[in-house]
Protein backbone atom coordinates (compact mmCIF):
# COMPACT_ATOMS: atom_id res chain seq x y z
CA UNK A 1 0.00 0.00 0.00
CA UNK A 2 3.25 2.19 1.10
CA UNK A 3 4.28 2.16 -2.48
CA UNK A 4 1.19 3.52 -5.11
CA UNK A 5 1.62 6.27 -6.48
CA UNK A 6 0.44 9.39 -3.98
CA UNK A 7 -1.86 10.43 -7.34
CA UNK A 8 -3.45 7.52 -7.25
CA UNK A 9 -4.61 7.86 -3.40
CA UNK A 10 -5.41 11.37 -4.22
CA UNK A 11 -7.93 9.85 -6.84
CA UNK A 12 -9.43 7.40 -4.11
CA UNK A 13 -10.04 10.04 -1.65
CA UNK A 14 -12.48 11.89 -4.42
CA UNK A 15 -15.00 8.72 -3.66
CA UNK A 16 -14.43 9.00 -0.02
CA UNK A 17 -16.55 11.39 2.39
CA UNK A 18 -15.33 14.08 4.22
CA UNK A 19 -16.68 12.98 7.50
CA UNK A 20 -14.87 8.92 6.83
CA UNK A 21 -11.78 10.66 5.65
CA UNK A 22 -10.85 12.36 8.45
CA UNK A 23 -11.51 9.45 10.79
CA UNK A 24 -8.45 7.99 7.92
CA UNK A 25 -5.97 10.30 9.44
CA UNK A 26 -3.96 8.25 11.24
CA UNK A 27 -3.47 5.46 8.40
CA UNK A 28 -0.06 6.62 7.03
CA UNK A 29 1.48 10.09 5.95
CA UNK A 30 -0.77 10.19 3.15
CA UNK A 31 -3.83 9.58 4.22
CA UNK A 32 -2.57 12.08 7.04
CA UNK A 33 -1.92 14.82 4.24
CA UNK A 34 -4.97 14.05 2.11
CA UNK A 35 -7.05 14.51 5.42
CA UNK A 36 -5.67 17.72 6.62
CA UNK A 37 -5.49 19.28 3.19
CA UNK A 38 -9.74 18.40 2.86
CA UNK A 39 -10.01 19.70 6.56
CA UNK A 40 -7.96 23.04 6.33
CA UNK A 41 -9.01 23.22 2.18
CA UNK A 42 -11.56 26.24 3.32
CA UNK A 43 -12.00 28.50 6.00
CA UNK A 44 -14.15 31.12 6.98
CA UNK A 45 -14.27 33.81 9.59
CA UNK A 46 -17.61 35.62 11.03
CA UNK A 47 -17.96 34.56 14.12
CA UNK A 48 -16.21 34.87 17.27
CA UNK A 49 -17.10 31.08 18.71
CA UNK A 50 -14.97 28.27 19.98
CA UNK A 51 -14.75 26.56 15.97
CA UNK A 52 -13.27 30.24 14.97
CA UNK A 53 -10.55 30.32 18.13
CA UNK A 54 -9.21 26.54 17.20
CA UNK A 55 -9.09 27.31 13.31
CA UNK A 56 -6.88 30.33 14.17
CA UNK A 57 -4.90 29.03 16.34
CA UNK A 58 -4.26 26.12 14.37
CA UNK A 59 -3.37 28.40 11.76
CA UNK A 60 -0.13 29.49 13.52
CA UNK A 61 1.08 26.17 12.31
CA UNK A 62 3.12 27.13 8.87
CA UNK A 63 2.65 23.20 8.28
CA UNK A 64 -1.62 23.82 8.60
CA UNK A 65 -2.00 27.52 6.91
CA UNK A 66 -0.20 26.04 3.61
CA UNK A 67 -3.36 23.98 3.47
CA UNK A 68 -5.59 26.86 2.89
CA UNK A 69 -7.10 27.21 -0.18
CA UNK A 70 -10.38 29.36 0.06
CA UNK A 71 -10.87 31.79 2.40
CA UNK A 72 -14.00 33.51 3.43
CA UNK A 73 -14.12 36.79 5.64
CA UNK A 74 -17.18 38.18 6.86
CA UNK A 75 -16.28 40.89 9.97
CA UNK A 76 -19.49 41.30 11.94
CA UNK A 77 -17.47 40.86 14.79
CA UNK A 78 -16.17 44.79 13.78
CA UNK A 79 -19.13 46.15 13.85
CA UNK A 80 -19.69 44.38 17.86
CA UNK A 81 -16.36 46.10 18.68
CA UNK A 82 -17.33 49.16 16.95
CA UNK A 83 -20.20 49.38 19.14
CA UNK A 84 -18.59 48.71 22.55
CA UNK A 85 -16.87 51.96 21.50
CA UNK A 86 -19.77 54.06 21.40
CA UNK A 87 -19.95 52.79 25.30
CA UNK A 88 -23.03 50.73 24.55
CA UNK A 89 -24.61 48.53 27.93
CA UNK A 90 -22.59 45.85 29.54
CA UNK A 91 -24.62 43.18 28.61
CA UNK A 92 -23.62 43.41 24.94
CA UNK A 93 -20.03 43.65 25.54
CA UNK A 94 -19.78 39.54 26.12
CA UNK A 95 -18.49 38.49 22.74
CA UNK A 96 -16.60 41.96 22.07
CA UNK A 97 -14.41 40.88 25.68
CA UNK A 98 -14.23 37.46 24.00
CA UNK A 99 -12.80 39.03 21.42
CA UNK A 100 -10.16 40.82 23.33
CA UNK A 101 -9.56 38.17 25.25
CA UNK A 102 -8.51 35.68 22.49
CA UNK A 103 -6.40 38.63 20.38
CA UNK A 104 -4.43 39.48 23.64
CA UNK A 105 -3.92 35.26 24.21
CA UNK A 106 -2.81 35.47 20.60
CA UNK A 107 -0.37 37.96 20.87
CA UNK A 108 1.04 36.70 24.42
CA UNK A 109 2.07 33.43 22.08
CA UNK A 110 3.78 34.81 19.29
CA UNK A 111 6.02 35.89 22.14
CA UNK A 112 5.95 39.97 22.02
CA UNK A 113 5.94 40.08 25.35
CA UNK A 114 7.22 43.74 25.13
CA UNK A 115 4.37 45.27 22.89
CA UNK A 116 1.36 43.93 25.37
CA UNK A 117 -1.41 45.87 24.87
CA UNK A 118 -5.46 45.95 24.81
CA UNK A 119 -7.20 45.43 21.96
CA UNK A 120 -10.15 48.08 22.63
CA UNK A 121 -10.69 49.31 19.41
CA UNK A 122 -11.31 47.69 15.62
CA UNK A 123 -8.17 48.72 14.60
CA UNK A 124 -6.49 46.55 17.19
CA UNK A 125 -8.87 43.64 15.99
CA UNK A 126 -7.78 44.18 12.91
CA UNK A 127 -4.32 43.85 13.23
CA UNK A 128 -4.45 40.95 15.28
CA UNK A 129 -6.24 39.18 12.94
CA UNK A 130 -3.89 40.58 9.97
CA UNK A 131 -1.10 38.31 11.86
CA UNK A 132 -3.47 35.53 11.13
CA UNK A 133 -3.91 36.19 7.26
CA UNK A 134 -0.40 36.81 6.12
CA UNK A 135 0.62 33.73 7.02
CA UNK A 136 -1.32 31.80 4.69
CA UNK A 137 0.68 31.63 1.58
CA UNK A 138 -1.64 29.52 -0.54
CA UNK A 139 -4.43 31.24 -1.12
CA UNK A 140 -6.38 31.05 -4.87
CA UNK A 141 -10.02 32.01 -3.71
CA UNK A 142 -10.50 35.51 -1.71
CA UNK A 143 -14.36 35.88 -0.52
CA UNK A 144 -14.54 39.30 1.81
CA UNK A 145 -17.85 41.07 2.59
CA UNK A 146 -17.27 44.50 3.75
CA UNK A 147 -20.51 46.64 4.21
CA UNK A 148 -23.08 47.23 7.19
CA UNK A 149 -19.80 48.41 8.83
CA UNK A 150 -18.93 52.35 9.12
CA UNK A 151 -15.54 53.43 7.84
CA UNK A 152 -12.59 52.26 10.36
CA UNK A 153 -10.02 55.07 10.99
CA UNK A 154 -7.09 53.17 9.92
CA UNK A 155 -7.54 52.14 6.32
CA UNK A 156 -8.45 48.63 6.20
CA UNK A 157 -6.32 48.05 2.56
CA UNK A 158 -4.42 45.40 4.18
CA UNK A 159 -7.87 43.69 5.40
CA UNK A 160 -8.14 43.19 1.83
CA UNK A 161 -4.78 42.49 0.51
CA UNK A 162 -2.61 40.70 3.33
CA UNK A 163 -3.67 37.53 1.90
CA UNK A 164 -3.17 38.47 -1.83
CA UNK A 165 0.14 36.28 -3.42
CA UNK A 166 0.76 35.44 -7.10
CA UNK A 167 -1.73 32.12 -7.06
CA UNK A 168 -4.56 33.92 -5.86
CA UNK A 169 -6.52 33.40 -8.73
CA UNK A 170 -10.53 34.67 -7.66
CA UNK A 171 -11.86 37.72 -5.51
CA UNK A 172 -15.41 37.61 -3.96
CA UNK A 173 -15.88 40.93 -2.79
CA UNK A 174 -19.21 42.20 -1.14
CA UNK A 175 -19.04 45.73 -0.53
CA UNK A 176 -20.59 49.05 -0.15
CA UNK A 177 -20.24 52.08 -1.69
CA UNK A 178 -19.60 54.09 1.46
CA UNK A 179 -16.15 51.72 1.95
CA UNK A 180 -14.83 51.73 -1.84
CA UNK A 181 -12.57 54.65 -1.95
CA UNK A 182 -10.68 53.21 1.71
CA UNK A 183 -11.01 49.67 0.30
CA UNK A 184 -10.22 49.64 -2.92
CA UNK A 185 -6.72 51.46 -3.23
CA UNK A 186 -4.37 51.16 -5.75
CA UNK A 187 -1.84 49.48 -3.28
CA UNK A 188 -4.85 47.08 -3.20
CA UNK A 189 -4.91 44.99 -6.16
CA UNK A 190 -2.87 41.90 -7.29
CA UNK A 191 -2.47 41.51 -10.82
CA UNK A 192 -3.13 37.59 -11.00
CA UNK A 193 -7.19 37.62 -10.31
CA UNK A 194 -8.67 35.69 -13.30
CA UNK A 195 -12.13 35.82 -11.60
CA UNK A 196 -14.00 39.03 -10.09
CA UNK A 197 -17.28 38.86 -8.31
CA UNK A 198 -18.34 42.01 -7.77
CA UNK A 199 -21.94 43.19 -5.13
CA UNK A 200 -22.38 47.06 -4.80
CA UNK A 201 -24.74 47.92 -1.83
CA UNK A 202 -25.21 50.97 -0.04
CA UNK A 203 -25.07 51.10 3.26
CA UNK A 204 -26.70 54.43 4.34
CA UNK A 205 -29.09 55.71 1.52
CA UNK A 206 -29.41 58.77 3.00
CA UNK A 207 -25.50 59.50 2.76
CA UNK A 208 -26.23 59.73 -1.31
CA UNK A 209 -26.35 63.38 -0.27
CA UNK A 210 -22.91 63.12 1.30
CA UNK A 211 -21.31 60.74 -0.80
CA UNK A 212 -20.88 61.44 -4.46
CA UNK A 213 -21.03 57.67 -5.68
CA UNK A 214 -20.95 58.97 -9.52
CA UNK A 215 -17.52 60.38 -8.38
CA UNK A 216 -16.95 56.87 -6.32
CA UNK A 217 -17.23 54.95 -9.54
CA UNK A 218 -15.31 56.88 -11.87
CA UNK A 219 -12.33 57.86 -9.70
CA UNK A 220 -11.70 54.16 -7.66
CA UNK A 221 -14.09 51.70 -8.32
CA UNK A 222 -13.63 51.78 -12.82
CA UNK A 223 -9.26 51.79 -11.84
CA UNK A 224 -9.65 48.66 -9.46
CA UNK A 225 -11.26 46.57 -11.91
CA UNK A 226 -9.00 48.02 -14.70
CA UNK A 227 -5.76 47.29 -12.65
CA UNK A 228 -6.97 43.52 -13.49
CA UNK A 229 -7.29 44.08 -17.42
CA UNK A 230 -3.91 41.59 -17.76
CA UNK A 231 -5.45 38.58 -15.98
CA UNK A 232 -9.38 39.16 -15.88
CA UNK A 233 -11.11 36.46 -17.32
CA UNK A 234 -14.50 36.73 -15.37
CA UNK A 235 -16.53 39.35 -14.41
CA UNK A 236 -19.67 39.06 -12.20
CA UNK A 237 -21.59 42.88 -11.38
CA UNK A 238 -24.33 42.15 -9.00
CA UNK A 239 -26.18 45.30 -7.87
CA UNK A 240 -27.70 44.93 -4.85
CA UNK A 241 -30.49 48.16 -4.92
CA UNK A 242 -31.37 50.10 -8.05
CA UNK A 243 -28.84 52.42 -8.84
CA UNK A 244 -27.21 54.19 -11.85
CA UNK A 245 -24.40 52.43 -13.03
CA UNK A 246 -23.76 53.83 -16.37
CA UNK A 247 -20.97 56.22 -14.79
CA UNK A 248 -18.84 53.16 -13.92
CA UNK A 249 -19.45 51.40 -17.30
CA UNK A 250 -18.40 54.31 -19.03
CA UNK A 251 -15.26 54.40 -16.94
CA UNK A 252 -14.02 51.03 -17.82
CA UNK A 253 -11.97 50.16 -20.27
CA UNK A 254 -11.66 47.09 -22.41
CA UNK A 255 -10.83 44.10 -20.58
CA UNK A 256 -8.66 41.78 -23.40
CA UNK A 257 -9.08 38.64 -21.55
CA UNK A 258 -12.53 38.98 -20.17
CA UNK A 259 -14.62 35.68 -21.79
CA UNK A 260 -17.11 35.52 -19.53
CA UNK A 261 -19.81 38.00 -18.12
CA UNK A 262 -22.35 37.73 -14.98
CA UNK A 263 -25.08 40.77 -14.99
CA UNK A 264 -27.40 41.01 -11.70
CA UNK A 265 -29.97 43.44 -12.90
CA UNK A 266 -32.33 44.97 -10.60
CA UNK A 267 -35.87 44.83 -11.62
CA UNK A 268 -36.73 48.14 -10.08
CA UNK A 269 -36.05 51.36 -12.09
CA UNK A 270 -33.01 52.46 -12.80
CA UNK A 271 -31.91 49.12 -13.51
CA UNK A 272 -27.96 49.71 -13.71
CA UNK A 273 -28.61 52.96 -14.96
CA UNK A 274 -29.07 54.79 -18.25
CA UNK A 275 -28.57 52.11 -20.86
CA UNK A 276 -25.72 53.79 -22.83
CA UNK A 277 -23.30 53.16 -19.86
CA UNK A 278 -23.87 49.13 -20.15
CA UNK A 279 -24.52 49.32 -24.12
CA UNK A 280 -21.21 51.05 -24.42
CA UNK A 281 -18.96 48.62 -21.85
CA UNK A 282 -20.48 45.36 -24.01
CA UNK A 283 -19.41 47.00 -27.10
CA UNK A 284 -15.66 47.42 -25.67
CA UNK A 285 -15.76 44.17 -24.44
CA UNK A 286 -17.36 42.25 -28.19
CA UNK A 287 -14.44 41.00 -29.59
CA UNK A 288 -13.46 39.11 -26.39
CA UNK A 289 -16.74 37.76 -24.49
CA UNK A 290 -17.73 34.33 -25.32
CA UNK A 291 -20.19 33.73 -22.48
CA UNK A 292 -23.22 36.33 -20.89
CA UNK A 293 -24.74 35.22 -17.86
CA UNK A 294 -27.73 37.64 -17.41
CA UNK A 295 -29.75 37.29 -13.73
CA UNK A 296 -32.54 39.69 -12.45
CA UNK A 297 -32.71 40.30 -8.81
CA UNK A 298 -35.04 42.41 -6.12
CA UNK A 299 -33.18 42.71 -2.45
CA UNK A 300 -34.83 45.92 -1.82
CA UNK A 301 -36.44 48.98 -4.38
CA UNK A 302 -39.15 51.29 -3.81
CA UNK A 303 -42.15 48.40 -4.72
CA UNK A 304 -43.11 44.90 -4.04
CA UNK A 305 -44.30 44.34 -7.97
CA UNK A 306 -41.97 45.12 -10.17
CA UNK A 307 -42.97 46.44 -13.74
CA UNK A 308 -41.17 43.40 -16.33
CA UNK A 309 -42.28 45.85 -19.51
CA UNK A 310 -40.06 48.38 -18.12
CA UNK A 311 -37.14 45.58 -17.81
CA UNK A 312 -37.65 44.37 -21.14
CA UNK A 313 -38.00 48.07 -22.38
CA UNK A 314 -34.53 48.66 -20.48
CA UNK A 315 -32.76 45.69 -22.09
CA UNK A 316 -33.84 45.99 -25.77
CA UNK A 317 -32.36 49.84 -25.14
CA UNK A 318 -29.28 48.51 -23.90
CA UNK A 319 -29.02 45.59 -26.58
CA UNK A 320 -29.73 47.71 -29.66
CA UNK A 321 -26.57 48.49 -30.85
CA UNK A 322 -24.46 46.15 -29.15
CA UNK A 323 -23.03 43.00 -31.39
CA UNK A 324 -21.13 40.05 -29.50
CA UNK A 325 -20.11 38.34 -33.29
CA UNK A 326 -18.25 35.01 -30.98
CA UNK A 327 -20.49 35.03 -28.13
CA UNK A 328 -21.64 31.26 -27.34
CA UNK A 329 -23.40 31.02 -24.49
CA UNK A 330 -26.15 32.80 -23.16
CA UNK A 331 -27.66 31.77 -19.63
CA UNK A 332 -30.67 33.66 -17.94
CA UNK A 333 -31.99 31.74 -14.92
CA UNK A 334 -33.84 33.92 -12.86
CA UNK A 335 -37.35 33.63 -12.11
CA UNK A 336 -37.55 37.41 -12.12
CA UNK A 337 -36.88 37.53 -15.51
CA UNK A 338 -39.49 38.47 -17.86
CA UNK A 339 -39.87 36.20 -21.38
CA UNK A 340 -40.03 39.42 -23.22
CA UNK A 341 -36.47 40.60 -22.20
CA UNK A 342 -35.21 37.09 -22.80
CA UNK A 343 -36.82 36.80 -26.05
CA UNK A 344 -35.13 40.25 -26.49
CA UNK A 345 -31.74 39.27 -25.70
CA UNK A 346 -32.36 36.09 -28.09
CA UNK A 347 -33.11 38.24 -31.03
CA UNK A 348 -30.11 39.75 -30.34
CA UNK A 349 -27.33 37.03 -29.98
CA UNK A 350 -29.19 34.25 -31.68
CA UNK A 351 -27.03 34.30 -34.43
CA UNK A 352 -24.09 33.21 -33.32
CA UNK A 353 -24.67 31.10 -29.54
CA UNK A 354 -24.72 27.82 -29.48
CA UNK A 355 -25.79 27.11 -25.83
CA UNK A 356 -28.39 28.21 -24.05
CA UNK A 357 -29.69 28.18 -20.50
CA UNK A 358 -33.51 29.90 -20.05
CA UNK A 359 -34.60 28.69 -16.39
CA UNK A 360 -36.41 30.23 -13.36
CA UNK A 361 -39.94 30.56 -14.95
CA UNK A 362 -42.46 28.21 -16.23
CA UNK A 363 -42.82 27.88 -20.33
CA UNK A 364 -45.20 27.06 -21.75
CA UNK A 365 -45.42 25.21 -25.03
CA UNK A 366 -46.21 28.88 -26.95
CA UNK A 367 -43.03 30.07 -25.23
CA UNK A 368 -41.01 27.36 -26.28
CA UNK A 369 -41.88 28.28 -29.77
CA UNK A 370 -40.90 31.57 -29.61
CA UNK A 371 -37.77 31.31 -28.50
CA UNK A 372 -36.75 28.65 -30.58
CA UNK A 373 -38.52 31.15 -33.89
CA UNK A 374 -35.42 33.25 -32.69
CA UNK A 375 -32.64 30.69 -34.15
CA UNK A 376 -34.92 30.42 -37.55
CA UNK A 377 -32.60 33.07 -39.74
CA UNK A 378 -30.08 30.16 -38.94
CA UNK A 379 -29.79 26.63 -40.94
CA UNK A 380 -31.43 24.54 -38.98
CA UNK A 381 -28.09 22.41 -38.73
CA UNK A 382 -26.05 25.55 -37.32
CA UNK A 383 -28.63 26.09 -34.30
CA UNK A 384 -27.95 25.61 -30.58
CA UNK A 385 -25.86 22.55 -29.70
CA UNK A 386 -27.00 22.51 -25.62
CA UNK A 387 -30.03 23.72 -24.58
CA UNK A 388 -31.44 23.85 -20.81
CA UNK A 389 -34.94 24.36 -20.79
CA UNK A 390 -37.27 24.71 -17.59
CA UNK A 391 -39.77 24.85 -16.02
CA UNK A 392 -42.02 22.74 -18.98
CA UNK A 393 -44.88 20.63 -19.65
CA UNK A 394 -43.45 17.76 -20.82
CA UNK A 395 -45.24 16.37 -23.92
CA UNK A 396 -44.97 14.42 -26.89
CA UNK A 397 -45.34 17.80 -29.30
CA UNK A 398 -42.43 19.09 -27.14
CA UNK A 399 -40.16 17.11 -27.91
CA UNK A 400 -41.71 16.73 -31.51
CA UNK A 401 -40.69 20.22 -31.70
CA UNK A 402 -37.10 20.75 -30.13
CA UNK A 403 -36.36 17.58 -32.75
CA UNK A 404 -37.40 19.44 -35.70
CA UNK A 405 -35.70 22.79 -34.63
CA UNK A 406 -32.65 21.46 -33.28
CA UNK A 407 -31.64 18.16 -35.52
CA UNK A 408 -27.98 18.99 -34.22
CA UNK A 409 -28.77 19.65 -30.52
CA UNK A 410 -26.36 17.07 -28.60
CA UNK A 411 -27.21 18.13 -25.03
CA UNK A 412 -30.59 18.21 -23.98
CA UNK A 413 -31.73 19.15 -20.23
CA UNK A 414 -35.38 19.80 -19.32
CA UNK A 415 -36.81 20.64 -15.78
CA UNK A 416 -39.82 19.14 -15.93
CA UNK A 417 -42.69 20.35 -14.02
CA UNK A 418 -45.91 18.00 -14.77
CA UNK A 419 -46.37 15.79 -17.67
CA UNK A 420 -49.54 15.29 -20.22
CA UNK A 421 -50.05 13.52 -23.80
CA UNK A 422 -51.33 16.46 -25.96
CA UNK A 423 -50.88 20.14 -24.43
CA UNK A 424 -49.45 21.55 -20.85
CA UNK A 425 -52.74 22.05 -20.15
CA UNK A 426 -53.89 19.18 -18.08
CA UNK A 427 -57.24 16.98 -17.51
CA UNK A 428 -57.55 17.39 -13.36
CA UNK A 429 -59.70 14.66 -14.53
CA UNK A 430 -57.17 12.37 -15.64
CA UNK A 431 -54.49 11.43 -12.35
CA UNK A 432 -50.79 11.58 -12.92
CA UNK A 433 -50.74 7.69 -13.70
CA UNK A 434 -53.24 7.90 -16.42
CA UNK A 435 -51.33 11.37 -17.94
CA UNK A 436 -48.25 8.99 -18.12
CA UNK A 437 -49.39 6.10 -19.37
CA UNK A 438 -50.52 7.98 -22.21
CA UNK A 439 -47.49 9.65 -22.41
CA UNK A 440 -45.62 6.30 -22.73
CA UNK A 441 -48.00 5.20 -25.39
CA UNK A 442 -47.48 7.78 -27.77
CA UNK A 443 -43.86 7.92 -27.27
CA UNK A 444 -43.90 4.49 -28.24
CA UNK A 445 -45.06 5.21 -31.78
CA UNK A 446 -41.92 8.16 -32.35
CA UNK A 447 -38.41 7.40 -34.00
CA UNK A 448 -36.41 10.72 -34.33
CA UNK A 449 -33.96 9.41 -36.69
CA UNK A 450 -32.69 12.44 -37.56
CA UNK A 451 -32.16 14.04 -34.12
CA UNK A 452 -28.42 13.95 -33.09
CA UNK A 453 -28.99 14.10 -29.28
CA UNK A 454 -26.40 12.16 -27.61
CA UNK A 455 -26.70 13.74 -23.55
CA UNK A 456 -30.97 13.46 -22.01
CA UNK A 457 -31.18 14.82 -18.95
CA UNK A 458 -34.79 14.97 -17.01
CA UNK A 459 -34.83 16.92 -13.95
CA UNK A 460 -38.53 16.31 -12.57
CA UNK A 461 -38.91 19.00 -10.05
CA UNK A 462 -42.70 17.63 -8.88
CA UNK A 463 -43.88 15.14 -6.58
CA UNK A 464 -45.18 12.59 -7.54
CA UNK A 465 -43.23 12.21 -10.88
CA UNK A 466 -39.47 12.53 -9.63
CA UNK A 467 -39.78 9.57 -7.49
CA UNK A 468 -42.00 6.80 -8.51
CA UNK A 469 -42.15 7.81 -12.41
CA UNK A 470 -38.68 9.36 -13.16
CA UNK A 471 -36.80 6.21 -14.64
CA UNK A 472 -39.13 4.69 -16.95
CA UNK A 473 -39.90 8.26 -18.26
CA UNK A 474 -35.91 8.84 -19.37
CA UNK A 475 -36.12 5.41 -20.85
CA UNK A 476 -39.32 6.00 -22.68
CA UNK A 477 -37.63 8.85 -24.68
CA UNK A 478 -34.56 7.62 -24.32
CA UNK A 479 -35.46 5.00 -26.50
CA UNK A 480 -37.23 7.08 -29.45
CA UNK A 481 -33.49 8.59 -30.10
CA UNK A 482 -31.07 6.36 -31.50
CA UNK A 483 -28.26 8.49 -31.07
CA UNK A 484 -27.92 8.99 -27.03
CA UNK A 485 -24.90 7.38 -25.71
CA UNK A 486 -26.29 7.90 -22.20
CA UNK A 487 -29.59 9.36 -20.38
CA UNK A 488 -29.12 10.46 -16.58
CA UNK A 489 -31.79 11.30 -14.48
Known amino acids: MYHLPHEIWLNVAQFIPASVLERLISVNSTFYDIAMDCRYRQMSFAFLDNRMLRNVTRLKDPVVAKRVRVLHVYPIFLKQVLDRERNLPLTRRSLCLRLTAFANHFIDQKGRRAKHRKLKTAEDVVQALLEVFAGLPNITDYHIMWCGLQPISESPVPFLATVFRSNLRKLALDISLENVVKLLAPCSAPHSIEELDLVIRVDHPSSIATINHTSVMINHLAPAI ?73 YSGPGLTPDPAALTAWLARVLVDVNIPHLRTLDISSGLFPLPAALAALVQFGGSISSLVLTGCYHTHADIEAVLAAFRRRPRAERLECLRLGSVVLTPSLLDLLACELPNMTRLELLV ?73
Open 226 to 298: GRLRHSLRRFALQAWEPLDFSPLFHALDRLPLLSHLTLAIPVEAPHLGHSSGLAAFLSRQSLTLRSLALRATQ
Open 417 to 489: RDVAVQSEELDECIPAGGQLESFFFEMDKRRYLQWHLRQLKILLTSFPYRFQYGPHLEQSIANCVPSIQRGTS
